[in-house]
């Protein structure tokens, strides 16, 4: 079985056993010689960082929230500002507690009438429960989510800026932010529930059809801004499009960014990227962090914590991812 990415995300699937785990959280990068041929715009991470700052000021985007609501408004006027057409894919979802929560997929394409695409996507919805803060006193707050949730709507938000720009691609892009992926079960209930998570992602594969053009693959960013991240390969990417990671990885390291992005492969996780592999069949990898080296989580000292702020994020982080996916775009 696959291993759900928020309440055992700290396992890895062979075997199950913990990832290896010490006493800090601080990153430890091999020393990676490569060729260096960056190609494209210049990725701004203090644009994507104002991005993150906008959709935490309007608090935990929790869902059925007026932050939520509100910031659902704002993420779409600035696809649309960006000159991207945008749909808003509403649904009512039930949550593993019977909640009905009222869902809104954001999805924004930039030249729809290409005839080849490729999909960008990331969660918005903020965590209900801090349910892995180190104080209980704290499981019943909701996260801020500035990197899981902010941090990859907004690089997407950069590159759509970025797109209007300096587009000499001739292919499309296609943006979906999905709702409603942090409302799985929390871990002070001793229990597991893959299909209580990603319910936003899992809605759009069952409900996807292709829309005159091809879509040739997939990436997921999520908790992209963190302090000290460095991103492996994700398992279940390499399972479901290998040749796509391995390209995202060359850009990575093409780019400049081989610190950030190591060639090892570690843990399988259950996330956003898996019903648009299994249900859309979209091949669509996931650009994850891992902390091998972490106590609190291996997702990092802040996730699912009330320290998910904007003072715990990084620009030198979203730098390396929106400028690996600049090259990805660039270099194709």
């Known amino acids: 079985m696959t291993l759900n990415k928020h309440l055992l995300k700290a396992l890895i699937l ?9 006493a800090s959280c601080e990153r430890k990068p ?20 104002a991005f993150c700052q906008a959709q935490c000021d309007f608090g935990p985007r929790t869902m059925n929230s007026d932050a939520h609501e509100q910031c659902a408004d704002w993420i779409a006027r600035q696809f649309e500002r960006f000159g991207c057409t945008v749909e808003r894919q509403q649904a009512a979802l039930t949550g593993y507690d019977g909640t009905m929560l009222r869902a809104t997929n954001i999805i924004a394409r930039h030249h729809p009438e290409r005839q080849h ?4 996507c990331a969660h918005w919805d903020s965590r209900p ?11 019943m707050k909701p996260v801020m989510a500035a990197n899981d949730g902010a941090s990859g709507v907004a690089v997407m938000l950069e590159i759509a800026r970025l797109l209007q720009t300096a587009d000499s691609l001739t292919w499309g892009v296609d943006f979906v932010c999905f709702d409603a992926e942090d409302w799985g079960v929390p871990q002070w209930t001793n229990r597991s529930d893959a299909d209580s998570w990603a319910l936003g992602a899992q809605y759009w594969a069952a409900h996807y059809q292709p829309s005159g053009y091809e879509t040739d693959f997939g990436i997921l960013l999520d908790m992209v801004g963190g302090q000290a991240a460095q991103f492996y390969k994700e398992g279940m990417s390499v399972k479901y499009a290998p040749a796509i990671v391995d390209k995202v990885w060359r850009a990575a390291h093409a780019a400049g960014y081989s610190s950030y992005f190591p060639m090892d492969t570690r843990g399988y996780i259950t996330d956003d990227h898996l019903p648009v592999n299994e249900k859309a069949g979209i091949p669509t990898i996931d650009i994850i962090p891992c902390y091998p080296d972490c106590e609190a989580s291996s997702f990092g000292p802040t996730w699912h914590t009330v320290d998910d ?14 400028q690996t996916i600049i090259q990805v775009l660039y270099g194709k």
Do not use: Q, R
């Open 129 to 139: 429960w801090a349910d892995n803060d180190p104080d209980s006193t704290n499981w």
């Open 117 to 120: 695409h490729i999909l960008l």
């Open 30 to 49: 091999k020393v990676i010689t490569v060729e260096v041929s960056p190609t494209g715009p210049d990725f701004s991470a203090d644009s994507a960082l």
């Open 309 to 322: 702020d904007m003072a715990h994020l990084d620009k030198s982080t979203l730098k390396a991812v929106g």
């Open 14 to 22: 062979t075997g199950i056993i913990l990832l290896g785990c010490g």
